[in-house]
Nanobody
Framework: QVQLVESGGGLVQAGGSLRLSCAAA????????MGWFRQAPGKEREFVAA?????????YADDSVKGRFTISRDNANKMVYLQMNNLKPEDTAVYYC??????????????????WGLGTQVTVSS
């Protein structure tokens, strides 16, 4: 099993930055793909970014986040990060960290993620 706890959310003005962290516990972390998803009020949960188990490959959602967000991981410390720059009001959402222990590549399919954190709120004011 993998337990996930997100942190780093908060209120920021448009154009600002936040760094989300996800602390993982569990024996299968280092072999699991890790991802970030988000859910805005009244909307479905959507993929944001994912990183392969090795950290050598990452995928991002469409142009809405590509170039502004960067996902990374530290397997030694069982951490995953999402650096978010040039934030926009439309980035406002609850951000969730997720683990896909049976998938090595940076998958964007939410059904491959077995473990989820409780989320951290990100609010971007205009």
């Amino acid at each position: 099993q993998v337990q996930l706890v997100e942190s780093g959310g908060g209120l920021v003005q448009a154009g600002g930055s936040l760094r989300l962290s996800c602390a993982a516990a569990g024996r299968t972390f280092s072999s699991a793909a890790m991802g970030w998803f988000r859910q805005a009020p009244g909307k479905e949960r959507e993929f944001v970014a994912a990183v392969a188990w090795s950290g050598g490959n990452a995928n991002y959602a469409d142009d809405s986040v590509k170039g502004r967000f960067t996902i990374s991981r530290d397997n030694a410390n069982k951490m995953v990060y999402l650096q978010m720059n040039n934030l926009k009001p439309e980035d406002t959402a609850v951000y969730y960290c997720a683990a896909a222990p049976t998938t090595a590549w940076a998958t964007w399919h939410d059904y491959e993620y077995e473990y989820w954190g409780l989320g951290t709120q990100v609010t971007v004011s205009s």
